[in-house]
C-alpha cells in the first residue's frame, strides 16, 4: 500500500480533509515570504513528496529538495512529483549540502524512530540548517481526547492491534500511553516504529529544547487551541 493511500487518499473523507489541512497548517512560517522567495526548502522525511510539492507551487523559485531515504517511498516520491522540475528528490542524505537550508520541515517523522536513527536524524537536521533557518516539526498528539478519537477510529479498522485496543486507548486518554512500542524494519537496515501510540509530545518538546530554541508550538487542525486539543502538534525551532 502507497503512503498517499493512508493518508491524503484514504477512504476516509475526514482524514483526508485532516492531512491537507494539516500541510497547510505545517507550512505556517512561509506565510510571509514573497511569492519570488528563491531560498532553499528541505523536506525531510517527504513520504510521497506532496508538501515539496505545496512549496514549489508557491514559490517557483525557490530551491525544494524532498529527502525521503526509503527507497519504496522514494520511488513514490518521484512519481509523484513528475512534471514538477523545480523539486529535487534525494535518498541519500550525503548529496545533501551541510548548513544549505533556509528552511526545514520534518513532519510525520520523529514518531517512527527508534532512539538512534531518532538521535541521528536530529543531527542531520541540525548540520543541514543555515545559523538563520527555521525548523519546522510536525508529530502527532497521541494522547487525551485526541488520542480517545484516534483509538476509537482505529478500533474500527484494526481491533487487536497495539494501538487499537481498549486498554491500551484509555492509558493514552489519560496522558499515560503504554511505553512498549513495537520496531520493524521498513526497509533493510531501517528499523521503523509503524504505530503512532505511544509517542509522547510533551517527551518530544523537552528534547527540541535541548538542541533548539523552541519559537512557537501550535497544533492542528485547530490552531486557536491548546496543542493538547489538536490531532497534530507543531514545534517552529531555530538554531540557538
Do not use: W
Request: charged share 25%.
Amino acid at each position: 500500500m502507497k503512503y498517499a493511500d493512508i493518508t491524503f487518499n484514504d477512504r476516509n473523507p475526514v482524514k483526508r480533509r485532516l492531512q491537507r489541512i494539516r500541510l497547510d497548517h505545517a507550512l505556517k512560517v512561509l506565510e510571509e515570504l514573497p511569492p519570488e522567495f528563491a531560498g532553499r526548502v528541505l523536506d525531510f522525511g517527504a513520504g510521497n513528496g506532496e508538501l515539496a510539492r505545496q512549496i514549489f507551487r508557491r514559490f517557483p523559485e525557490a530551491t525544494v529538495v524532498a529527502y525521503e531515504p526509503v527507497p519504496e517511498l522514494n520511488r513514490e516520491a518521484q512519481e509523484h512529483l513528475q512534471g514538477v522540475p523545480g523539486v529535487q528528490v534525494v535518498g541519500d542524505i550525503s548529496e545533501l549540502k551541510p548548513a544549505s537550508f533556509d528552511f526545514i520541515f520534518a513532519l510525520e517523522v520523529f514518531e517512527h524512530l527508534p532512539a538512534g536513527p531518532f538521535e541521528k536524524a536530529l543531527d542531520e537536521i541540525s548540520g543541514l540548517a543555515r545559523a538563520d533557518a527555521y525548523l519546522v516539526f510536525g508529530v502527532p498528539n497521541e494522547l487525551f481526547l485526541p488520542a480517545l478519537v484516534k483509538g476509537l477510529f482505529r478500533f474500527t479498522r484494526r481491533y487487536g492491534e497495539v494501538d487499537a485496543v481498549p486498554g491500551n486507548i484509555l492509558r493514552a486518554t489519560l496522558g499515560q500511553p503504554p511505553q512498549e512500542r513495537p520496531v520493524k524494519e521498513i526497509a533493510p537496515g531501517m528499523p521503523y516504529i509503524v504505530r503512532h501510540m505511544g509517542f509522547d509530545y510533551r517527551h518530544f518538546r523537552e528534547i527540541l529544547k535541548e538542541r533548539f530554541q523552541i519559537e512557537e508550538i501550535y497544533g492542528s487542525p485547530f490552531p486557536g487551541l491548546p496543542p493538547a486539543f489538536n490531532f497534530e502538534v507543531y514545534f517552529l525551532c531555530r538554531k540557538p
